[in-house]
Structures are given as structure tokens and as C-alpha cells.
């Protein structure tokens, strides 16, 4: 990616209220072009909100929204050069599908021939082709989404705003769609901004995600540093599974902390600006990042005695008790069982992690 | 219909067969009792021949159709020709109505949109008051109407002393008093219907209709209108047909010279005068009409839908 990329989007200090309650408390954001950017968190978090504000169809209370450096919060929904597709894809029933995917070509300026040109090359980007004269209706979810997705790209917009556009598919055709949106995007270069409560979605899809929760930003980063570097409780709790647990810091040596669980039990940790010894702060390791062997293998390393397996296809979930301390959640994948041990309930185990796998969370 | 299917279809086994057939009596009531045998009779009726002082002769006669059609001279002796006086009167009806039933449409639509879109609690108190002028019986209400409108009326004192005329409006005894009467006698059969439509209305779709860059002009006219369609249709339909047979507002607000088929078919059951097969026979025709009126728009919907598609 070259480092002179322009910003797409830009949310500067905007805030937004409805009366007395404040949607969003005053988020600043930069989308980059040509980025798939995802605003992640749970319903009523503020990020539909946001992405209706830079869509248009809510005003801002304060602050400015920039798009490519031009000043775009005042304008009406009809003048920005950003395109939706809806939750419930808010497809016109009484249209063809090729008037639907016309339509916003149509509404600026190209001849009816014309918009009917692109709509019918934009329906064959998507596979709908043989559907052009068809009504919404009679089309099934997976396709309307389509419809929906090409109606929003044909007028080629500068950004692409897509508000949990595949929450209402089924999970299989759901992942195939994930694929097919990131592919589209890398292949027309147009910036998207996803809205999803879906953290795995947010994961697959996105080269950044910003975290959001009740109407603030908790985090914003790249995939892989939102999961392995979770900066607080809220982005570790929502971001995948955790194991999170309350730590007493007792020492602070060569930039590590080292972290009392409870019941003589100690690991080390990330050190955290502002946490200094005694602090009693917030842990976190992912389940897989977690070993379960009858030996110590790594450098941290705790004893405990095997509670209950949970087998789940893909992997099976062990849970471990430590003596006097606290419990440990630990996935093994399946793929390699035939080197693993399966451990029964009440062996002693050591639950091993690399240095480092263990972060001290902020608040 | 529901009956038939009920009783023909699996009548040996099903059980519930005979309560179900008890349980449709109240519609069949509704549909024999109170519209087919009324009708019935009324087709009977005029092709009676007329007794003087109301009333029919029990005996089979073109009579009222003839007059209805038929000019046949000061003593009823000279062949057919066409006669123009009821004609006239029909046509007469159809223009008030349409005019009133357009009043309503351009009224009430903004009204209805408005209604749909205030908060969902405080819409049936919009509704409600939409509602309570017609809790007035329409004679009452047609007649301070007159009053409103006559000459030395509020709404002419009221224009003369800002200034803005000098001499009173006539309104009285035009065709558009008899317009404002029936738009004022309906208004609500076109109000509601259009709120339910505008209610159900998926507003993301003028959401999404912004979004692909359409004016809100356009938005109305491509998205909002086309989705209401069904509502506005109902909501004419029950302005336009009511309108047509009415006969308080032209009575009332018409005078002499604008008589309406809702008045000539009063009159002919009205007192002495009356010529009950005359009556019915105007009735049918104007029944006739309106079926024939609703059948056109009806196929033009279906037409105008499969072009769409």
C-alpha cells in the first residue's frame, strides 16, 4: 500500500444527539482510500448512526465530516457521491431489477439506454443477469442482496457504505458473501465502509476495524492488532473468545509485568503505561493461544487439573482449574489430534502460553 | 365464495363442515340479504309500471328507461329521440364528483402523509381528529356550510374586512359549492386509506432513492407514489362513488340549476310526485356507471402494473 494514500472519509469531532441523548460523543476517524473499513460493535453502539451521518440521512450535531477534502455534512443525501446498500436492502418492489440497478445512473443524467447499459453490465459483475426483468420479490435473499449491491456500485461512488448488509442471510451464504464483497472491492478500488455487530465478519473482511461502544470509539487498528492487542476489557470481551481475568501486578521488571492470579499463581504480561505495581488491572489470553501438555514446554506455565472437555468439530475446548486460582479456558484445534493427548477429566495438566500472549488491559 | 369451497369440497369428512356453514351465515346475510336481493328488487322495480300516488303496478314495462332515454314530444306520442335532460344531469354528476374526488386527492394526501409521519403514538390522536367533525349528522354539517359560505357569510365578511375583496364572493349556487360540499362531506375516506398505505410505506426506500441521488420531487413521484398507489386508488373509489349518488350537498349548496342524480332519484320517492320505477330505473343506470367507471380504472391498474413488469 503506498504511504501517500488520500484519506476518503474523514470524521472530524462529530458528535450526535437526539435530544438529551447523545448517540455518538465526539468520534474522529480517518478512512483511507481504497480501504475495506469496518465499524464494529454491538447494537445501539452508535456505528449506524455514524455511517447514516456520512450517508446523509442524519444530520450532525457538531463537528464535520470531509469527503476527499471537501466539506460534506450539510449536504442533502442526493448530492454526496456515496452510495448504500441497506440492511433489508430497500430494493423498489415496483422496479425491474435492471430499473433498481438503472436507477441511481438514471437520477444523474445518463440516458435511459445508457443507465440500462451499465445496470445490465453491473448485474453480470454480480451474476443476476438472467433476473434483469424480474421484480424484487421474485428473487431470493442472497440475490436481492446482489441487486442491492450492484444498484449502490453502478453509479460508481467514491465510498460504498454497506449497513450489515448480510445480518439477514443464512450463515453459509453469509461467508461466501463475505468473499465475494472483499474481492469486489479490491477489484473496483472503491473504498467501503462496513457496518457490522458481526466481530468474525469484521475479522475476515477488513484491513481496519474500528471498535465502537455506546457511542465512542474504543479501538481502532488493523484486524490482526484489534484481536492480538486488544487495548481495554470492552475490545477483548467483544473481540472473540477470552479468557479475562482480574491480576494484581507485583513486579515491573525489563519492561514486563509480572501478574499475581490469585492462589500463588504468576505470569507475565505486557507492561502497560500507567499500571504500576499493585495496580490491580484486567488480563487477557485467547483460548488458543494456550497449550495443555503434561509437562511444562514453554517459559510461562501454570498448574492445574483438567474440569471438562467440549468437543466442537473444528476444535475441542478444555477447561482448567488451577489450584486456589482462577479458571482457564484452552482450545485445541482438531487437526493435528494425533499428536495431542487428549487429557480426561482430573489429570494434572500445565497450561502452557509464549510470553507475550497474555496483555494487561487499559480500564 | 368461501361458503361454496367450504360445503363442495370435502363435505364427507370434514366435521366442522356443518358449523362452519353456520358460521358463515352472517356474511351470507350481508351479501344476499343486504346487497344482492336489495339490488334484485331495485332491477325488478323498474320495469314495473308506475301507480300515481307512489308505489308500483305489478306489470312489466320499459316505461322508465323509455323516459330516461326517450324524448318523445309534450304528449308522449312521437317516435323515439334522444333525450338530453337526464343525460345531461348523469354527466352533470360525474364532473362534480371528479372535481370533488380531485379536491380530496390534493387535500388529503398531504394530510394522510402527514399523519404517517408524526411519531407512532401520537397518529391515532391526528386520526381521531381527522374523525370528529363527522360525528355531526351531514344534513347539519352541509347546512353550516351554506351559512359559511353565502354571501353575508363569515368567510365573505371575513375577506371583505382584510381588504382582500370588495364584493362578496357568490359561492352559493355554483358547481364549486357543491365540489366543496362533497369534498367536505368525504374528505375522510380519502385521508384514510392513503395513511394506512403511507403507514405500511417502507420509508427506506425514499432513503434509498436519496441515496442514488434522486431529488425528493422525484423520490415522491417514482418511490412513495407508485408504493401508495393501492391507497390512493381505495381512497378515490370512496370519495368518487358516494359523491356521485349524493344528493344533500347539490340539494343544499347546488340550488336548482345544479342538480345532481343523487337529487332526481330522492325526488321520485319523495312524497306524491315520485315514480318509483323512474327511480329505480336511474338507479340501476347509475349503478351501471360506476361499475363500468371502477371496471376501466381497475383494468388499467392491471395494465399499468404488467407494464411495469
Known amino acids: 500500500m503506498p504511504e501517500d494514500r488520500r484519506i476518503a472519509v474523514d470524521v472530524r469531532d462529530a458528535v450526535k444527539r437526539y435530544g438529551d441523548f447523545t448517540a455518538l460523543k465526539t468520534i474522529s476517524l480517518s478512512i483511507m482510500d481504497n480501504e475495506f473499513f469496518t465499524l464494529l460493535g454491538p447494537s445501539g453502539c452508535g456505528k449506524t448512526t455514524l455511517l447514516r451521518m456520512i450517508a446523509g440521512f442524519e444530520d450532525v450535531t457538531e463537528g464535520a465530516i470531509f469527503l476527499f477534502d471537501e466539506e460534506i455534512e450539510d449536504l442533502p443525501p442526493n448530492q454526496r457521491p456515496v452510495n448504500t446498500v441497506f ?12 430499473e433498481n440497478v438503472g436507477f441511481g445512473l438514471e437520477m444523474r443524467g445518463k440516458s435511459k439506454s445508457e443507465a440500462r447499459k451499465s445496470a445490465g453490465e453491473m448485474l453480470e459483475l454480480v451474476q443476476l443477469s438472467q433476473f434483469a426483468a424480474r421484480k424484487p420479490s421474485q428473487l431470493s435473499g442472497g440475490q436481492q442482496q446482489r441487486v442491492a449491491l450492484a444498484r449502490a456500485l453502478a453509479p460508481q461512488p467514491k465510498v460504498l457504505l454497506l449497513d450489515e448488509p448480510l445480518s439477514a442471510l443464512d450463515l453459509k451464504l453469509r461467508k461466501a458473501m463475505q468473499l465475494e464483497l472483499k474481492h469486489l472491492q479490491r477489484e473496483t478500488g472503491i473504498t467501503f465502509i462496513f457496518v457490522t455487530h458481526d466481530q468474525e465478519e469484521a475479522l475476515t473482511m477488513s484491513d481496519r476495524i474500528a471498535v465502537m461502544s455506546s457511542g465512542e470509539l474504543q479501538q481502532l487498528g488493523e484486524a490482526r492488532e484489534i484481536y492480538e492487542s486488544p487495548r481495554n476489557m470492552f475490545v477483548a470481551d467483544f473481540i472473540g473468545e477470552t479468557n479475562l481475568l482480574e491480576v494484581s501486578v507485583d513486579a515491573i521488571k525489563e519492561g514486563r509485568a509480572v501478574c499475581h492470579l490469585g492462589g500463588g499463581h504468576e505470569l507475565t504480561c505486557n507492561e502497560v503505561p500507567g499500571v504500576d505495581v499493585g495496580a490491580k488491572v484486567h488480563m487477557s489470553v485467547r483460548p488458543e493461544r494456550l497449550f495443555i501438555s503434561d509437562q511444562k514446554t514453554e517459559s510461562e506455565s501454570l498448574k492445574g487439573e483438567v474440569k471438562e472437555n467440549v468437543f466442537a468439530g473444528t476444535d475441542i475446548t478444555t477447561i482448567v482449574d488451577l489450584a486456589d486460582g482462577p479458571k482457564f479456558t484452552i482450545r485445541t484445534s482438531n487437526s493435528d489430534r494425533g499428536n495431542k493427548r487428549i487429557f480426561e477429566p482430573g489429570n494434572e495438566v500445565f497450561v502452557n502460553m509464549e510470553q507475550g500472549a497474555a496483555r494487561l488491559l487499559v480500564d | 365464495m368461501a361458503g361454496g369451497a367450504a360445503s363442495g369440497g370435502s363435505a364427507t369428512t370434514d366435521t366442522y363442515a356443518e358449523a362452519r356453514n353456520w358460521l358463515l351465515l352472517p356474511s351470507w346475510v350481508v351479501l344476499l340479504g343486504l346487497s344482492l ?11 314495473l309500471t308506475k301507480e300515481f300516488r307512489g308505489g308500483v303496478i305489478w306489470e312489466f314495462s320499459f316505461a322508465a328507461y323509455d323516459q330516461f332515454f326517450c324524448d318523445r314530444g309534450l304528449f308522449g306520442d312521437e317516435p323515439c329521440s334522444v333525450e338530453w335532460t337526464y343525460v345531461t344531469i348523469f354527466w352533470r354528476s360525474i364532473w362534480q364528483a371528479g372535481a370533488a374526488t380531485l379536491l380530496s386527492l390534493v387535500i388529503g394526501f398531504p394530510t394522510a402523509y402527514f399523519i404517517a409521519t408524526r411519531p ?39 375577506l371583505m374586512n382584510i381588504g382582500l375583496i370588495n364584493d ?7 358547481n364549486f359549492a357543491v365540489q366543496l360540499g362533497l369534498f367536505y362531506s368525504y374528505l ?5 386509506p392513503i395513511y394506512a398505505a403511507v403507514e405500511r410505506y417502507n ?8 441515496d442514488l441521488y434522486a431529488p425528493k420531487w422525484v423520490t415522491l413521484r417514482r418511490i412513495l407514489l407508485p408504493a ?13 362513488v358516494p359523491s356521485l349518488g349524493s344528493f344533500l350537498a347539490p340539494d343544499l349548496l347546488g340550488g336548482a340549476k345544479n342538480f345532481m342524480i343523487g337529487s332526481l332519484i330522492e325526488e321520485q320517492f319523495k312524497g306524491n310526485a315520485g315514480n318509483w320505477p323512474f ?3 336511474a338507479s340501476m343506470i347509475l349503478l351501471t356507471m360506476v361499475l363500468i367507471i371502477l371496471l376501466i380504472f381497475v383494468r388499467q391498474q392491471g395494465k399499468a402494473e404488467k407494464g411495469a413488469g
Open chain 1, 87 to 98: 440492511q433489508n436492502y430497500a430494493l423498489f418492489p415496483h422496479m425491474t431489477i435492471l
Open chain 2, 37 to 47: 336481493i336489495p339490488v334484485g328488487m331495485m332491477l325488478i322495480y323498474s320495469f
Open chain 2, 120 to 158: 407512532e403514538k401520537v397518529r391515532p390522536l391526528w386520526v381521531f381528529l381527522i374523525t370528529i367533525p363527522y360525528w355531526v349528522n351531514l344534513l347539519i354539517r352541509t347546512v353550516s356550510m351554506k351559512f359559511l359560505l353565502r354571501d353575508e357569510g363569515p368567510l365573505n365578511s371575513f
Open chain 2, 168 to 174: 362578496p364572493i357568490h359561492i352559493i349556487n355554483t
Open chain 2, 188 to 192: 375522510p375516506f380519502m385521508v384514510l
Open chain 2, 203 to 210: 420509508f427506506a426506500l425514499s432513503e434509498a432513492a436519496a
Open chain 2, 228 to 240: 401508495v398507489k393501492p391507497g390512493v386508488v381505495a381512497g378515490c373509489i370512496l370519495v368518487f
Open chain 2, 279 to 281: 327511480g329505480a330505473a
